[in-house]
């Protein structure tokens, strides 16, 4: 498994808030959420998608869909 550092700062910011004595378990909790969401971005930034049509509520729409 290969381990990435993330240095994005807002991760750094959270994780300083999650690290402080005064937080309370439901703050903790909720920073926990942030940067599992921040942590997801980053996982799936390479992703590779493919365009394809799709019917729009204007017509018909190119747009970038993950490949399966």
């Known amino acids: 498994m290969k381990i990435v550092e993330v240095k ?6 959270k994780l300083g808030l999650m ?7 439901s703050a903790f909790a909720k920073l926990a959420s942030e940067v599992g969401s921040l942590l ?8 590779e998608t493919e365009k394809v049509t799709i019917e729009g509520w204007n017509g018909p729409v190119e747009i970038d869909q993950n490949q399966r």
């Open 8 to 13: 994005h700062p807002l991760v750094k910011h």
């Open 19 to 25: 690290r402080s004595k005064i937080s309370a378990p």
């Open 40 to 47: 997801t971005y980053e996982a799936t930034a390479d992703l």
